[in-house]
């Protein structure tokens, strides 16, 4: 049974290597020319996700490449005195296994965990998919395929040629993001330094195994802004707008924009969609629910998602017209759970109010002064809340028909 996922980030490749594992014959085409391996930014693996990437046999490359960040120093701008705020009493309340790492560290261990059993076709893209499963690629190359996924992230080709325009799905939650690779001039090594104010904040990080630092920037606006998601001249301009005038490293950073190897930009938007399958098509993470950038932990959610995709597809022999309704019962509790989160994330994130602002910085030196123990026990108290992830049972997939011959992940 042959298989077609477009996109080679962090969904494709997790569910490339499921749906090998089952025996599927598996295609992932990606629009970039080769495997990113500069730039992105650090995300967040919680443990359901942290124990597929140990099913996987991939943990030891996790762990390696983890950014190790424990420290968090904001100022208050106007403020030359940070607080400073240990981070690891923060996670630890949100999840009981956690790694923060770069998205294209993660990326590169998936793919070089399927490389040999996937085929990866990098410089191209879908340009038509008919109801029969025929595609047409942008090369010019055609192709049959038995099923075709979209893990082609918040703007997903696949969705678009599939479901319809962008528009009709997504609901921006109030903010934006942008992250900047730049030069870790001021020698960080497992720390984050950074300003806030009112509907703007700036951070700076960087770690030791990574030769630059990444500068991120999230602000508000009272009104969506007019930009293509593709046009970075205008996603820079506008960046120097929202950010004149804010002291501390800020103009330093700024400057980098000129120079910069990678630069990403997007607003904090949430896809709403009433299903995820069409036919012989369905989506997987970002492409068919991002709860929002940087809010809502995506990452963590579309490792799982695509888990249970693959488990369902292997559950029910291939017949996608019983494993797609299975998947999307099986992970929809957790989509509806992750997209509520993130509205009040980025309400809570970048402080729209002076008393908002003193506020964050005063609930900073209370983390502090709180022992980790009872922060946890507070955090345990409602799994809605941030132990969300954490709350989040896995199916064993290894007792399906498909896998009952195969070998234990090594």
């Known amino acids: 049974m042959r ?179 730049v030069p870790n001039y001021l020698g960080l090594d497992g720390r984050m330094e950074g300003v806030a104010g009112v509907g703007r904040m700036a951070a700076v990080y960087g770690a030791g195994h990574m030769d630059d630092g990444r500068a991120g920037f999230f602000f508000r606006t009272p009104q969506q802004l007019d930009y293509h998601h593709r046009d970075i001249p205008r996603q820079k301009e506008l960046l120097r707008t929202h950010f004149d005038g804010m002291g501390w490293e800020v103009p330093r950073l700024l400057e980098e924009l000129d120079r910069t190897p990678a630069f990403y930009f997007d607003s904090i938007t949430q896809l709403r969609l009433d299903t995820w399958s069409r036919g012989r098509v369905t989506l997987v993470g970002d492409a068919g629910y991002c709860p929002g950038p940087a809010v809502g932990g995506s990452t963590s959610l579309a490792v799982v998602g695509a888990y249970i995709l693959a488990g369902e597809l292997a559950t029910y022999g291939g017949d996608h017209t019983r494993a797609f309704p299975a998947y999307e019962a099986e992970i929809g509790d957790y989509v509806r759970r992750s997209r509520t989160f993130a509205v009040n994330a980025a309400k809570r994130i970048v402080p729209g109010t002076r008393f908002d602002l003193w506020a964050l910085t005063g609930m900073v030196r209370l983390v502090n002064h709180l022992p980790v123990v009872l922060t946890t026990a507070a955090a345990k108290i409602s799994s809605k809340g941030v132990r969300l992830h954490d709350s989040i049972a896995l199916k064993d997939y290894a007792s399906t028909p498909w896998s009952r011959s195969l070998p234990a992940s090594s």
């Open 3 to 181: 298989i077609l996922i477009s996109g080679a980030s962090v969904a494709g490749p997790a569910l490339a290597y499921w749906l090998t594992r089952y025996g599927f014959a598996v295609t992932v085409v990606e629009r970039a020319p080769a495997p990113r391996k500069t730039g992105g930014h650090a995300v967040d693996l919680f443990r359901p996700a942290m124990d597929i990437v140990e099913k996987m046999g991939v943990l030891e490359q996790v762990m390696t490449k983890k950014t190790g960040i424990e420290w968090l120093a904001m100022h208050r701008e106007g403020e030359s005195r940070p607080v400073e705020l240990e981070l690891r009493r923060v996670m630890t309340a949100v999840s009981d296994r956690h790694v923060e790492i770069m998205r294209d560290d993660l990326s590169e261990i998936f793919y070089d965990a399927t490389r040999d059993d996937v085929d990866y076709v990098f410089g191209d893209s879908i340009a038509s998919i008919s109801e029969a499963g025929e595609v047409t690629f942008d090369s010019g190359r055609t192709g049959a395929f038995d099923l075709v996924i979209g893990a082609d992230g918040l703007h997903s080709n696949v969705r678009r040629l599939v479901f319809g325009p962008e528009s009709q799905f997504t609901t921006w939650i109030g903010a934006y993001l942008a992250v900047v690779s």
